[in-house]
């Protein structure tokens, strides 16, 4: 009976902290593993870029006109319209 009560906070911390957590990596390398040539992505690091090209382990992303690097396809944080809305509306300057 005394090892009960930890045991059940253990459960409940796993259950808290590390089953969210596991959710979240399975989803990005299921996006990442998802990634086509002309998304519109942002890096882990901030930078806007469509991807031009994948391999295995690698994307290329223009970030600019004639501008393109190579980068690690884990380090495409999420697509860029869930930073930005696909059609921004302009603001009225006051």
Partial sequence: ME???PIAILGVMWAVLILPQQRRVKAHKAYVESLQVGDEVVTTSGLFGTVTS???DRARLRIAPDVEITMARMAVAR???AVVPADPTPEDPE
């Fill in 79 to 81: 697509p860029q319209s």
């Fill in 3 to 5: 090892l009960l009560v």
């Fill in 54 to 56: 994948l391999d295995a």
